[in-house]
């Protein structure tokens, strides 16, 4: 069976430094739907070490392509992209057991990193974070540190049955 990555021609035409492009907005990303870059296009080339003028004819490229979307100080990574990156923006559940006294210090940490909801909920678990896959090692390795947390479990959504 073909892979989703290999009926991507994109990413064979696209060169080292273009995907380089591409995993670095990605992991700036804030996940919106879309994944976004808030910021403009001189901060994102100071920070890849490239010229203004080189970021934007990658940019461009990678715009023609339909792997980003581009407007004033923000690049959205679309998901086209992820499949080129050979990365999933499938969402990641996170159930976590709160400490009662470190609540309310979890849940303002949880406002700063990278998810797109957190519910609290009662039961068995005291939290449930909606993330992005990408995502996932990240905010766990950051919570599996943060004081107050007792337990969690994750999981991987396979497939949307409905929307």
């Not at 715009?63 to 990574?77: A, C, P, Q």
């Not at 679309?78 to 080129?84: C, F, H, I, P, S």
């Not at 050979?86 to 400490?99: D, P, Q, W, Y």
């Amino acid at each position: 069976m073909e892979s989703q990555v290999e009926s991507e021609p994109i990413g064979r035409e696209l060169t080292e430094r273009q995907l380089q492009i591409l995993q670095f907005l990605l992991k700036k990303a804030q996940p919106l739907r879309v994944y976004t870059v808030y910021a403009d296009q001189d901060q994102i080339a100071r920070e890849l070490g490239m010229t203004r003028q080189a970021l934007s004819v990658h940019l461009k490229k990678l715009k023609d392509f339909g792997l980003i979307r581009t407007g004033r100080e923000f690049v959205d990574v679309t998901e086209k992209a992820l499949r080129v990156l050979r990365m999933s923006g499938a969402e990641a559940i996170v159930m976590a057991k709160v400490a009662p006294k470190y609540r309310q210090q979890v849940y303002e940490k949880l406002k700063e990193m990278p998810i797109e909801k957190a519910y609290r909920v009662s039961g068995d678990y005291d939290l449930i974070i909606i993330a992005r896959e990408i995502h996932i090692n990240d905010l766990l390795r950051i919570m599996s540190q943060m004081e107050g947390i007792e337990d969690t479990r994750t999981f991987i959504s396979l497939e949307v049955i409905k929307e």
